[in-house]
């Protein structure tokens, strides 16, 4: 066998035992998966996540999914609690422990005081009946047939189905509490997250002498020089009391000119889109975003309340702020 061929066959067979690991979970959906996701839920204080070596490393992703999904969270590392950073921890949390063979010396060592501050304990390992399985008031199942180490010794299996787990708890509280994306824009105000989230269609739109409109009486010529003019591919078309009545577009012309039609004598009125695609001021950028590939279109005028043209934007807009 090639030293290529040798690398694929490795991976493929890692990637099909670490599936397997993750399927295993389904059937752990049980009565001890509600009862952390309660204790979770009705948390007064906060979720302290709990583990050591390898586990540690996905206890520090888990607490900070659950704290970006509306779940206070955060991790404490074992070693330092012993050494006065247990003080982290006080009446109201909920330790979620995390040690696959469930007797991490570090983290059992904590078991006793824990249990004095009277705080709840979810367990992540893969014995019921360990020193953590025993201390624990809910025991979640994260057993692995085997590990996709070929020695058998690394944590590779363990560590994918314990992420796993931890998700499905985010998740699962995630739903529960009715988390919307405006929340999670919060806990993400940076990056490319936020600009999707937090940005607003009156962030990017044009205004005021920028934004691209002709009067219904206009003709299908003058349409063309405004929409030349303004740059956005479309130009609105709004009555004498300023509603809009539709939307001129590239779209239009073409079928116009198919159609033979005198762009000199031509009103917009007879050849425009009646009504068309809108949205307003307030709504989110990715919403708009959606409702633009919805019905395949590169512009958008935005309306207030009374159906009065007050900005457009197009595709381009939004790929420059960052939302696509």
Do not use: W
Request: overall charge negative; hydrophobic content about 45%; proline content about 3%.
């Amino acid at each position: 066998m090639s030293q290529e061929n040798s690398y694929i066959t490795s991976a493929k067979r890692v990637i099909e035992i670490e599936a397997q690991a993750i399927s295993a979970l389904s059937s752990r959906m049980n009565d001890d998966f509600v009862s952390a996701c309660t204790l979770l839920q009705n948390c007064a204080g906060k979720v302290v996540v709990c583990g050591m070596g390898k586990s540690g490393h996905i206890g520090h992703k888990i607490a900070a999914t659950l704290a970006s999904t509306g779940t206070p969270s955060f991790f404490m590392h074992p070693g330092e609690a012993n050494h006065g950073d247990l003080g982290m921890l006080s009446k109201g949390d909920v330790l979620l422990a995390i040690s696959n063979s469930g007797e991490t010396a570090e983290l059992v060592n904590l078991l006793p005081i824990v249990k004095r501050l009277n705080v709840p304990v979810i367990a992540m390992t893969n014995s019921k009946t360990s020193s953590l399985g025993q201390h624990a008031d809910v025991v979640l199942n994260i057993s692995v047939e085997k590990e996709a180490c070929s020695l058998g010794l690394a944590p590779t299996s363990s560590t994918t189905a314990t992420l796993v787990m931890g998700d499905a708890l985010a998740v699962a509280l995630l739903d529960r509490k009715g988390f919307t994306t405006d929340d999670f824009a919060l806990s993400h105000p940076g990056g490319s997250l936020g600009r999707k989230l937090l940005l607003k269609v009156s962030d990017i739109m044009l205004t005021g002498s920028e934004l691209p409109l002709i009067s219904q009486d206009a003709l299908v010529a003058e349409a063309l020089l405004e929409i030349s003019k303004k740059g956005l591919g479309m130009t609105g078309v709004i009555d004498n009391d300023g509603i809009l009545l539709g939307v001129f577009t590239d779209g239009d012309l073409r079928r116009i000119l198919d159609a033979r039609i005198d762009l000199h004598t031509a009103t917009v009125t007879q050849v425009m889109t009646k009504g068309g695609k809108t949205t307003m001021p307030e709504q989110l950028a990715v919403e708009a975003l959606n409702l633009m590939e919805t019905h395949k279109i590169s512009a958008l005028m935005v309306t207030d309340e009374a159906r009065k043209p007050v900005g457009a934007f197009n595709m381009h807009m939004l790929l420059k702020a960052g939302v696509l």
